[in-house]
């Protein structure tokens, strides 16, 4: 064996032109997905207070901010609503007149070149924040199924491009596919939230979506953060039931499940870099104790390097921006 002084590896270092020569990582336009909240009301844009430069927009300013973004190259955004009204049942979530219903179609109508990604959950509908019906303080698992499939329909009728279900009850994956394919949407492809941590990350972005819960929490289905072989199960569960993508969220944190997911399934790879893990790099590079840009860029580089093929990020516009700096 060739060691030192044969073997340097600094040589390959030594000259950045070398250096960009056998980069392995590199972040490129097509990873991005970019997540916007809409919102009733005209003219609409407030921005979240826990996460600078992200905004609750108005239909009208979304599809304005849909045509931004799709200029700056990114191919993707995943929308999240915010009702009228909100019910014990979610009820706006599955109407043909919900307010991602008719963003969907807004954006359509007007940009072209963007897939339109939508979440399906009824957190952000009903009344008590829970993702699904209650019975109780207990959340009815195939109750809420049938609903988030009528919703998942409702998504693909008004030109959804791709449905991802965040809510991780049991068999919602299966139950989507099934009324997808029934009323010939099988080309629409379900990119799965299939391990989603119960996460102290998602904080600020209950304050986007205005969807915490009034009382208890989400532990009841989503993923305990110690566990690594159940989000496997939970993976391997969700591509039998016909998942096209699947997704680990939180992604900066969670770097060995997305390594595992991608080694063992092979199939393509999201993770979602979250609304903590944004408005801690934002907070910090605002106070001047890290340099955002480059920590941004490492972030997303290392989620990468962990075997995701796609990111959703809130930092999308500025890598997109980036890149393009950078020629
Ligand atoms: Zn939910």
């Not at 305990?224 to 989000?231: K, V």
Request: net charge negative.
């Amino acid at each position: 064996m060739a060691t030192y002084p044969t073997k340097r590896l600094r040589r390959l270092r030594y000259n950045p032109l070398i250096r960009d020569m056998i980069r392995e990582t590199e972040l490129s336009k097509n990873d991005l997905i970019y997540p916007l909240f809409v919102m009733p009301g005209e003219n609409v844009k407030n921005e979240v207070a826990s996460m600078p430069g992200v905004f609750q927009f108005s239909i009208d300013n979304l599809v304005k901010e849909c045509k931004g973004v799709a200029s700056l190259g990114i191919p993707a955004v995943i929308l999240f609503g915010i009702p009228e009204h909100k019910d014990e049942r979610g009820s706006e979530a599955y109407s043909q007149q919900g307010i991602i219903q008719r963003s969907i179609k807004a954006i359509k109508a007007e940009v072209k070149d963007l897939l339109v990604i939508t979440d399906v959950c009824l957190c952000e509908y009903t009344s008590h924040g829970h993702c699904g019906i209650l019975k109780g303080e207990e959340i009815l698992n195939d109750e809420t199924v049938e609903l988030l499939s009528k919703e998942a329909l409702t998504h693909a009728q008004a030109g959804a491009d791709i449905i991802a279900p965040s809510d991780m009850m049991d068999g919602r994956v299966a139950a989507i596919r099934k009324t997808l394919d029934e009323n010939d949407f099988e080309k629409i492809p379900i990119m799965s939230y299939a391990a989603k941590y119960a996460s102290g990350y998602y904080g600020p972005f209950r304050d986007a979506a205005e969807s915490t819960p009034a009382f208890g929490d989400r532990k009841s289905h989503q993923m305990d953060i110690s566990n690594a072989l159940e989000a496997l199960r939970e993976i391997e569960t969700d591509i039998e039931e016909g998942a096209d993508i699947v997704m680990v969220k939180p992604a900066g944190p969670y770097l060995d499940i997305i390594r595992r997911v991608k080694d063992k399934f092979g199939m393509p790879t999201a993770a979602y870099q979250v609304s903590g893990e944004y408005a801690m790099i934002k907070a910090a590079g605002k106070n001047g104790w890290i340099d955002e840009e480059r920590v941004m860029i490492e972030s997303l580089t290392a989620i990468k390097r962990a075997g995701a093929d796609m990111f959703l990020t809130y930092f999308a516009k500025d890598v997109a921006k980036w890149i393009s700096a950078r020629g």
